[in-house]
């Protein structure tokens, strides 16, 4: 495993938000952000040719602390990049701050009741480790997410972002935690991205005054990092959608 900061800010890190999951039916509780295409597009882009990407995590994923999360969090800048390539997309940003992956599992359904995505983002775990809660609980919580995804929308292709769990739980733990994402993934057919915050994690230029949550330019690492793993899927679905 590389090297990615002291136990002491990873522990930090690993705060993506401590609360648990609120209820996702309550009136306070935002919709999912959809990010349209740009005006400027080469092209305007009917509805039913557009690619749906949805991204599913915690604060992480919302963009928590950006003063304009609607810009600035990598899920928009991942619709950016796809779109400057030309790709006809519709991004929907589904982070909830504090997020953990049984929240997540109860949220799911709410989510996909509004929108059928082309692409499903799953980037959920670091509460989990954050609180040291069974790995293989939250590899059964992962796989019955992406099992609705799979029943709601069975066209839907796969991505799921990796983890990493606190030193202090041992390196016993912080092992299987780590396999969950890779095993989760492979049973799925997803495509997989080894770690979300790589080359963000324990980088204090990168991370807000908290030095949990990604600045900008630390939300543009992670942009980078999704982009890699998510544009040739999304160029996959284009050219289905295309062809049709």
């Known amino acids: 495993m590389r090297p990615v900061a002291s136990p002491a800010l990873l522990a930090l890190l690993m705060l993506a938000g401590c609360s648990d999951s609120p209820d ?25 040719d557009s690619v749906v990407v949805v991204f599913f ?6 963009g928590y602390g950006l003063a304009n999360p609607g810009r600035d969090a990598y899920p928009v800048l991942v619709g950016d990049t796809l779109r400057a ?3 006809p997309v519709r991004v929907v940003n589904a982070g909830n ?3 953990t992956s049984a929240g997540g599992l ?23 480790g954050l609180r040291g809660q069974d790995a293989d609980a939250m590899a059964s919580n992962l796989r019955a997410i992406l099992g609705k995804v799979r029943e709601a929308a069975p066209q839907a292709r796969l991505v799921v972002a990796g983890m990493e769990a606190l030193p202090n739980y ?3 733990y912080a092992e299987r935690f780590r396999a969950v994402f890779p095993t989760v993934a492979s049973e799925y057919d997803a495509e997989l ?3 979300l915050l790589d080359g963000v994690a324990g980088v204090a230029a990168l991370n807000q005054g908290d030095q949990v949550h ?8 992670l942009a980078r990092t999704v982009a890699g793993v998510v544009t040739p899927v999304v160029r996959e679905v284009a050219a289905e959608k295309a062809s049709a």
Do not use: H, Y
């Not at 996702?24 to 597009?41: D, I, K, L, R, Y």
């Not at 995590?57 to 919302?62: F, M, N």
């Not at 359904?109 to 509460?127: C, E, H, I, Q, Y």
């Not at 990604?214 to 690492?221: L, S, V």
């Open 24 to 48: 996702p039916t309550a009136s306070n509780t935002p919709a999912p952000v959809s990010v349209a295409p740009e005006a400027a597009a080469t092209r305007p882009v009917a509805q039913s």
């Open 193 to 195: 991205i080894p770690f």
């Open 214 to 221: 990604p600045t900008p330019a630390g939300q543009k690492i």
């Open 170 to 172: 041992g390196a016993d």
């Open 85 to 87: 390539q030309g790709l």
């Open 106 to 128: 109860r949220r799911v359904d709410w989510v996909l009741s509004r929108t059928t995505p082309d692409v499903f983002v799953l980037a959920l775990g670091a509460n989990d």
């Open 97 to 99: 701050s504090g997020e």
């Open 57 to 62: 995590g915690d604060s992480l994923t919302a």
